[in-house]
């Protein structure tokens, strides 16, 4: 949805917030999207958010902004995005179709890389994160090697 041809009266409406979390976490945070409570809940507050910031003389922009930092609070980073995109970035042999799946599969295995940073939604700005992306490459190329995944994967992998 683009906030910026949507009326008031619909970005005041908790189901627009409601939607976009939801794609969000979908997306972003595929463990999490059984998590009602949590969609529920921040988009009630993205919507009191943004309808406070409106009747205070906020800019719809401004407005929505506000409502945003509400909704996506602790969410900006992912595991699994990140996890995704070292995949499709670092390791050309895994199908794209596979990124997903085993992006998820992984997670667990890389555990111990994570616990060692704060990830928060700030995490990307600061230079421990090219560190993380470090490890999880090491990581990943040592649970390959392990698990045979590469010899698995050029089997099934034609080039043209």
């Not at 008031?8 to 627009?16: F, H, M, N, R």
């Not at 809940?41 to 930092?69: C, F, M, N, V």
């Not at 111990?112 to 490459?137: K, M, Q």
């Amino acid at each position: 949805m683009n906030a910026t041809k949507m009326t008031k009266s619909q970005l005041t409406d908790p189901l627009y917030h409601r939607k976009r979390l939801a794609e969000f976490i979908r997306e972003r945070h595929p463990r999490l999207v059984q998590a009602r409570r949590l969609i529920d809940t921040r988009s009630e507050q993205a919507a009191e958010t943004y309808q406070a910031a409106i009747k205070t003389g906020e800019t719809p922009l401004t407005a929505l902004a506000k409502a945003d930092a509400i909704l996506f609070e602790g969410l900006i980073f992912s595991r699994f995005d990140t996890l995704r995109c070292v995949l499709a970035t670092e390791f050309p042999m895994v199908p794209p179709g596979q990124q997903r799946p085993l992006a998820l599969e992984l997670e667990p295995h890389c555990e111990d890389v994570f616990a060692r940073y704060n990830l928060d939604d700030g995490l990307v700005a600061r230079s421990e994160y090219n560190h993380l992306i470090v490890e999880l490459i090491e990581t990943l190329r040592v649970y390959f090697q392990q698990n045979n995944l590469y010899t698995r994967w050029r089997k099934h992998t034609s080039y043209k």
